[in-house]
Structure formats: structure tokens, C-alpha cells
């Protein structure tokens, strides 16, 4: 299984002996269909999965992983990635996560929007096109100023240098987001449910998650929240509708908390192999409790 | 300002620009394949603000966010650019840039936006979810039987197991479904399906209604012919309040709506659709919805009216009941 957060998701499932069953369309061939009926707008207890009739009953949970992490390039493909996704909201059972909480985060500006309705700061940000805006924002931030993507595609985050301010004509046909650069030490917070794993990185890298392709430094260790701070982690994870989450805040040196985004599909084996925290086994926990 | 993004040949776009035009508006209409070369975004990303700061420059003319009073926003998502030139890697990369920041930035303008597009794709199938059906059950609607499947064989048997009358949709479309009878289904249904997914929906007996909201206000209301209907059923009062509160809390501020009213009373819901046929609509309702879709994007509007980000009266609305997702316990 060359995902290793699947990979450990099955393997904590398998040692708690639960009935597991792994959907993938491609490797079942073009044969493959799925069908479900509703009575009163309420799944109906038959379904078929591929060659397989299951029952509705016999489902606590459901766990999505990489469902259209790329963009569907042939009709089958983006038929099966539909049909799935509307199979898996239309199930009255714990879905980790939902189609519209999965892709809050496919905007990152978007999210940011909701995320500064639960309590955190958010960064000054600008998306634009226009190269003369981009150097007044540099200006009034007094260059500190980093960008990154706007969307999920991962992106190296990279603070903006005066040097690259003749690329910055090449915004005018691709839109950029910049934002001010905020000192202070990374957490990573993973919420599971009501648990919540968080993970204090020190880096002297403007990623810490690319620290050693930079020559930089990069620490991690598992730490212990204030109860205020939990709260609003884990509000802010239910508020997005999100059973599993990865949150990136920042703490500055006087004690604000930034919020910079929350991962609706986060890797959290890198963080779990460094400081052994046990989230996938929180996450299998919860798929086998069957609800949120 | 009213901002049009929409392909040259679409037939609402065409006449609410015209339209605009006709009464005096200010009105720019962008394809959205040329989106990233015709305008120049700049925003700002702040929240509750109630001057928006940030500028759209489109063809050399600088114009403030916060002069815009409404945008008729005909774009799919991920958008369709004209990226001719790039590299596979490099167009896809640009494609989701430019998604998501239009999609953050029609989701932030406090001016009506007709529709707003919701990350992900917006729910299509009203009994799809748990808490959309929960929706439809709260305004007084019913489901009839449904089935969903990727199967044309499947389809095709639960086609003719209704006496071969069902209401087709392709999964995931946002367009109005079409309502099949014999004479005609199989072939719809094996032409739907060479691509895709559908949901097919048993038609119970009754008058067929389609009705076009616009803004907060049900602009029509058409009986269809039915064959099945041999007595005049009265249209209930209470179809157009409940149908406005449905859509409403849908997120939806342009929508056609199909119902099937019983001789009984209750009425099904169909589907509510949030990019609404124009050649299925009659002709002598086009102009109706058209000068109402115009009155309602050229008025300039606070932050806290009903199709604000922020709901109505600036309260979390509907719009939020629809983002919260989390899984409902058995």
C-alpha cells in the first residue's frame, strides 16, 4: 500500500479485528459500479459495491482517502470519483470527512474566511495579479512578506526578496497569494474526533516540512494545549465539519495564535512516527465507534 | 456594476447583459476562458469589512470591488481557461491557482452573486445527504423513490420497473434533470449514461410545477402538461413561501425548482436546480426572470442582506447549516 496514512489506518483497523472493507474502482476494472436507492430521501438498506451486495446496517464508518486528490482527466474516472462522492454523503453514518468539509481547504482564502470565525488570527493576506500591488504589500509589511499557493497544491512557503521582484510580472497571468510573515514557533494539532494530538515544531525554515531540503534545522515534540486553546481547536474542526483534521497555528512570541490553515486530509504518520503520538490509533477508535 | 461571467452563447447571460444595457446599467461581461486574461484581480483578503478594499482590472479599467452591485457568475469549477501554450503540469497548476481564488473571492463580495459556487461542487442531489434531506422534509416536501447507480443496466430495469417514467439526472450536475417517458427513455438513458453516474426518480402521480426563483422571490410558477392529470389540482398557497425558504437555505438566489403536487395534498420534490434551463423554460417566462435576475444585481446591497457570506440580517444562515458536515449519529 504505497500510502503510508492508509497504510496505518488498515493496519490499526486490522489489529482491532474490525470488519474492514477497501473500495478501489481502478484496480477492479471497468466492470466496477456502484448502486444504492433511497426511500422518504433515506438510504435504502441494500447496495451494491462492484461485484458486492452489502447492507447499509453492516456500515459504521467510512473513511476517504485521496478521493480526487488529482483532477479526473477521463469520463470513467470522473464518473466513479462522483458517483463515490455522492455515495459516500448520501450514507447516514460516519463519513471521515465529508465532500463539502474535505474540500474547504481546496481554497485557501476561502478557508481562511471561516477559520477567522472561530477565535484565531489569520494572516494579512492578498491575493492579486497586479506586480505594483504585490510591491506595495511588501512595503506596508515592511518585506515580510512570504507566498504559497492559494489552492491545496503543496507549495514550498517562501518569504518574497527583493530579488524576486522581476518575476513578479509573471503574476499578471497566474493569481498570488502573499501574506505577511508572522514570527513564532509552529503547532500542528490534530483533531480526531473530540481528541485532539498536538505537536510543537521549532524550525528555522520558513517550512519546517521542507527544512532538510533546505539545510535547515527542524524539531518536533508533542506538547500539551491550554484548555482555551483546545476548545477552539476542536470548535473549529466541528465547525468546518471535520471528524479528522490537521491545523496549523502559529504562537507568537506575545501569545497570539494564528491560524494559516486547517488540512482536511492530513499525513499525520510524520508527525505520529516522530513523537509517537497515537493518532491512528485515535482514528481507527473512532471508525470503529462509528460516530463523530 | 454588474460583472457577467458566462460563454458567449449562453442564453440567460445574453439577455440579462442586454437587458442591463436596455435600462442604463453599467455591465461587463467576461468569458470565463478568457478570465485570466482580461481582468486583473486584486483583493485583499478581509473579513466583515463593509467597504471592500481591492480592485478588478478588466481591459485597462480599474474598478473597485465596492462598486460592484451584483455578479451573474456562469462559471464552472474547476474553471475552464484557455491555457494554450503551458506545459500539462503547468496549466493544471495555474487551473486550481485561478479556482480558488475566484471561488474565495465570489464567496466574499457582500453584493448578490448569482450563484455562489461552494468548494467541492454544490450538493445536486437534494435526498444525497442526511442533512439536505433533512432540509427538504423541514419546508413540508417528500421524496419519491429514488435509485442511484453507474449501471445503465441497473438504470434501465428500474426505468421499467416505474412503468417507464422517472426523472433522470446525471450525478453531480447542477442543471435540471429531464423527465422521461417511454417513448424516449431507454435512449436517454443509455445516452446519459456513456459518461455518466445518474439518480433516477419515480414520478408519483399529480401535477407536475416547475417554479423559477429569483433573489427572495418566486418570479413563475408553471403547471405542466401531465398526462396522467385528468382534473385540475389546486395549486396549495403554501408552494411558493415553502419553495422560497427551500432554496434560501439551500444558499441559492437563481433556481428552478420541480414538484409534483398530489391530488392528496403532499407535495414531492423533484429537484432544485442552480443553473436553470432557459430552452425548457417558456418563452413568455424568460423576460420575467431576466428583468427580476437584472433588478436584483443592480442594487447596491449591504453586508448584511440575505445572500451576504454572512447570511441574512449578517447571521449565520442556512448557508452554514449546509457546511456543517460532520456525520449525524444513529
Same mark, same amino acid.
Given at each position: 500500500?504505497?500510502?503510508?496514512?492508509?497504510?496505518?489506518?488498515?493496519?490499526?483497523?486490522?489489529?482491532?479485528?474490525?470488519?474492514?472493507?477497501?473500495?478501489?474502482?481502478?484496480?477492479?476494472?471497468?466492470?466496477?459500479?456502484?448502486?444504492?436507492?433511497?426511500?422518504?430521501?433515506?438510504?435504502?438498506?441494500?447496495?451494491?459495491?462492484?461485484?458486492?451486495?452489502?447492507?447499509?446496517?453492516?456500515?459504521?464508518?467510512?473513511?476517504?482517502?485521496?478521493?480526487?486528490?488529482?483532477?479526473?482527466?477521463?469520463?470513467?474516472?470522473?464518473?466513479?470519483?462522483?458517483?463515490?462522492?455522492?455515495?459516500?454523503?448520501?450514507?447516514?453514518?460516519?463519513?471521515?470527512?465529508?465532500?463539502?468539509?474535505?474540500?474547504?481547504?481546496?481554497?485557501?482564502?476561502?478557508?481562511?474566511?471561516?477559520?477567522?470565525?472561530?477565535?484565531?488570527?489569520?494572516?494579512?493576506?492578498?491575493?492579486?495579479?497586479?506586480?505594483?500591488?504585490?510591491?506595495?504589500?511588501?512595503?506596508?509589511?515592511?518585506?515580510?512578506?512570504?507566498?504559497?499557493?492559494?489552492?491545496?497544491?503543496?507549495?514550498?512557503?517562501?518569504?518574497?526578496?527583493?530579488?524576486?521582484?522581476?518575476?513578479?510580472?509573471?503574476?499578471?497571468?497566474?493569481?498570488?497569494?502573499?501574506?505577511?510573515?508572522?514570527?513564532?514557533?509552529?503547532?500542528?494539532?490534530?483533531?480526531?474526533?473530540?481528541?485532539?494530538?498536538?505537536?510543537?515544531?521549532?524550525?528555522?525554515?520558513?517550512?519546517?516540512?521542507?527544512?532538510?531540503?533546505?539545510?535547515?534545522?527542524?524539531?518536533?515534540?508533542?506538547?500539551?494545549?491550554?484548555?482555551?486553546?483546545?476548545?477552539?481547536?476542536?470548535?473549529?474542526?466541528?465547525?468546518?465539519?471535520?471528524?479528522?483534521?490537521?491545523?496549523?497555528?502559529?504562537?507568537?512570541?506575545?501569545?497570539?495564535?494564528?491560524?494559516?490553515?486547517?488540512?482536511?486530509?492530513?499525513?499525520?504518520?510524520?508527525?505520529?512516527?516522530?513523537?509517537?503520538?497515537?493518532?491512528?490509533?485515535?482514528?481507527?477508535?473512532?471508525?470503529?465507534?462509528?460516530?463523530? | 456594476?454588474?460583472?457577467?461571467?458566462?460563454?458567449?452563447?449562453?442564453?440567460?447571460?445574453?439577455?440579462?447583459?442586454?437587458?442591463?444595457?436596455?435600462?442604463?446599467?453599467?455591465?461587463?461581461?467576461?468569458? #470565463?476562458?478568457? &478570465?485570466?486574461?482580461?481582468? $486583473? @484581480?486584486?483583493?485583499? *483578503?478581509?473579513?466583515?469589512?463593509?467597504?471592500? !478594499?481591492? +480592485?478588478?482590472?478588466?481591459?485597462?479599467?480599474?474598478?473597485?470591488?465596492?462598486?460592484?452591485?451584483?455578479?451573474?457568475?456562469?462559471?464552472?469549477?474547476?474553471?475552464?481557461?484557455?491555457?494554450?501554450?503551458?506545459?500539462?503540469?503547468?496549466?493544471?497548476?495555474?487551473?486550481?491557482?485561478?479556482?480558488?481564488?475566484?471561488?474565495?473571492?465570489?464567496?466574499?463580495?457582500?453584493?448578490?452573486?448569482?450563484?455562489?459556487?461552494?468548494?467541492?461542487?454544490? #450538493?445536486?442531489? &437534494?435526498?444525497?445527504?442526511? $442533512? @439536505?434531506?433533512?432540509? *427538504?422534509?423541514?419546508?413540508?416536501?417528500?421524496? !419519491?423513490? +429514488?435509485?442511484?447507480?453507474?449501471?445503465?443496466?441497473?438504470?434501465?430495469?428500474?426505468?421499467?420497473?416505474?412503468?417507464?417514467?422517472?426523472?433522470?439526472?446525471?450525478?453531480?450536475?447542477?442543471?435540471?434533470?429531464?423527465?422521461?417517458?417511454?417513448?424516449?427513455?431507454?435512449?436517454?438513458?443509455?445516452?446519459?449514461?456513456?459518461?455518466?453516474?445518474?439518480?433516477?426518480?419515480?414520478?408519483?402521480?399529480?401535477?407536475?410545477?416547475?417554479?423559477?426563483?429569483?433573489?427572495?422571490?418566486?418570479?413563475?410558477?408553471? @403547471?405542466?402538461?401531465?398526462?396522467?392529470?385528468?382534473?385540475?389540482?389546486?395549486?396549495? +398557497?403554501?408552494?411558493?413561501?415553502?419553495?422560497?425558504?427551500?432554496?434560501?437555505?439551500?444558499?441559492?438566489?437563481?433556481?428552478?425548482?420541480?414538484?409534483?403536487?398530489?391530488?392528496?395534498?403532499?407535495?414531492?420534490?423533484?429537484?432544485?436546480?442552480?443553473?436553470?434551463?432557459?430552452?425548457?423554460?417558456?418563452?413568455?417566462?424568460?423576460?420575467?426572470?431576466?428583468?427580476?435576475?437584472?433588478?436584483?444585481?443592480?442594487?447596491?446591497?449591504?453586508?448584511?442582506?440575505?445572500?451576504?457570506?454572512?447570511?441574512?440580517?449578517?447571521?449565520?444562515?442556512?448557508?452554514?447549516?449546509?457546511?456543517?458536515?460532520?456525520?449525524?449519529?444513529?
Amino acid at each position: 500500500m504505497a500510502d503510508p496514512v492508509l497504510a496505518n489506518v488498515c493496519a490499526r483497523l486490522a489489529a482491532r479485528n474490525a470488519d474492514l472493507m477497501l473500495v478501489h474502482p481502478e484496480s477492479e476494472g471497468d466492470s466496477w459500479d456502484i448502486t444504492w436507492s433511497t426511500e422518504r430521501g433515506a438510504m435504502a438498506d441494500r447496495l451494491r459495491i462492484g461485484n458486492r451486495t452489502i447492507l447499509l446496517s453492516d456500515i459504521d464508518s467510512v473513511y476517504l482517502r485521496s478521493l480526487g486528490s488529482h483532477v479526473a482527466s477521463i469520463p470513467r474516472e470522473r464518473m466513479i470519483v462522483t458517483a463515490l462522492w455522492e455515495f459516500a454523503e448520501s450514507l447516514p453514518v460516519l463519513v471521515v470527512n465529508r465532500r463539502q468539509a474535505s474540500h474547504t481547504n481546496m481554497s485557501k482564502p476561502y478557508q481562511q474566511r471561516l477559520i477567522a470565525q472561530y477565535g484565531f488570527q489569520v494572516p494579512k493576506t492578498l491575493i492579486t495579479m497586479v506586480p505594483e500591488e504585490a510591491r506595495r504589500f511588501y512595503d506596508d509589511c515592511q518585506g515580510r512578506v512570504i507566498y504559497k499557493s492559494i489552492s491545496a497544491e503543496r507549495s514550498i512557503v517562501k518569504p518574497l526578496r527583493l530579488e524576486d521582484f522581476p518575476r513578479l510580472e509573471q503574476i499578471r497571468y497566474c493569481p498570488v497569494q502573499l501574506q505577511e510573515t508572522i514570527p513564532g514557533t509552529d503547532l500542528r494539532i490534530h483533531t480526531v474526533g473530540g481528541r485532539l494530538f498536538a505537536t510543537e515544531v521549532l524550525s528555522d525554515g520558513a517550512d519546517y516540512r521542507y527544512a532538510e531540503r533546505e539545510n535547515k534545522q527542524r524539531t518536533m515534540r508533542a506538547v500539551e494545549l491550554e484548555p482555551g486553546l483546545q476548545t477552539r481547536c476542536l470548535n473549529l474542526a466541528k465547525g468546518l465539519g471535520l471528524s479528522l483534521s490537521g491545523i496549523d497555528l502559529r504562537r507568537t512570541p506575545d501569545g497570539a495564535y494564528y491560524c494559516f490553515e486547517v488540512n482536511t486530509s492530513p499525513g499525520f504518520t510524520f508527525f505520529e512516527n516522530y513523537t509517537g503520538q497515537r493518532i491512528g490509533d485515535a482514528l481507527a477508535d473512532l471508525l470503529c465507534a462509528g460516530r463523530a | 456594476m454588474i460583472l457577467i461571467f458566462a460563454d458567449s452563447t449562453d442564453p440567460w447571460a445574453t439577455l440579462v447583459h442586454r437587458e442591463a444595457q436596455r435600462t442604463g446599467g453599467d455591465v461587463m461581461w467576461v468569458e #470565463p476562458l478568457r &478570465l485570466l486574461d482580461k481582468i $486583473l @484581480l486584486n483583493w485583499p *483578503v478581509v473579513a466583515g469589512e463593509a467597504v471592500i !478594499p481591492g +480592485s478588478l482590472d478588466i481591459d485597462g479599467r480599474t474598478i473597485p470591488l465596492n462598486d460592484l452591485t451584483g455578479m451573474f457568475a456562469r462559471l464552472s469549477f474547476p474553471l475552464r481557461l484557455d491555457l494554450e501554450g503551458l506545459s500539462g503540469a503547468d496549466a493544471q497548476y495555474v487551473t486550481k491557482e485561478a479556482t480558488a481564488a475566484w471561488l474565495a473571492f465570489l464567496n466574499a463580495m457582500p453584493c448578490p452573486v448569482v450563484n455562489r459556487p461552494m468548494p467541492g461542487g454544490r #450538493p445536486t442531489l &437534494l435526498s444525497g445527504s442526511p $442533512l @439536505l434531506a433533512m432540509l *427538504v422534509r423541514d419546508h413540508g416536501f417528500l421524496f !419519491p423513490a +429514488s435509485r442511484c447507480t453507474s449501471s445503465q443496466a441497473d438504470a434501465l430495469q428500474q426505468f421499467r420497473a416505474w412503468g417507464e417514467s422517472a426523472y433522470l439526472k446525471p450525478l453531480g450536475s447542477i442543471e435540471p434533470g429531464q423527465f422521461l417517458y417511454s417513448h424516449d427513455g431507454v435512449e436517454q438513458i443509455r445516452r446519459v449514461m456513456e459518461q455518466q453516474a445518474v439518480s433516477i426518480q419515480a414520478i408519483p402521480h399529480g401535477q407536475r410545477v416547475t417554479v423559477y426563483v429569483v433573489g427572495e422571490e418566486v418570479v413563475a410558477t408553471v @403547471l405542466q402538461p401531465s398526462e396522467d392529470v385528468t382534473q385540475r389540482i389546486e395549486m396549495p +398557497s403554501v408552494l411558493s413561501k415553502r419553495c422560497l425558504g427551500l432554496v434560501g437555505d439551500l444558499g441559492l438566489t437563481f433556481a428552478e425548482c420541480q414538484f409534483i403536487v398530489t391530488p392528496e395534498g403532499p407535495i414531492y420534490c423533484l429537484d432544485v436546480s442552480s443553473a436553470p434551463g432557459f430552452w425548457c423554460c417558456p418563452q413568455e417566462v424568460q423576460p420575467q426572470i431576466v428583468c427580476r435576475l437584472v433588478e436584483y444585481l443592480s442594487k447596491m446591497r449591504s453586508l448584511s442582506r440575505h445572500d451576504s457570506p454572512n447570511g441574512p440580517d449578517g447571521r449565520p444562515s442556512a448557508r452554514e447549516r449546509l457546511c456543517e458536515t460532520r456525520s449525524p449519529q444513529r
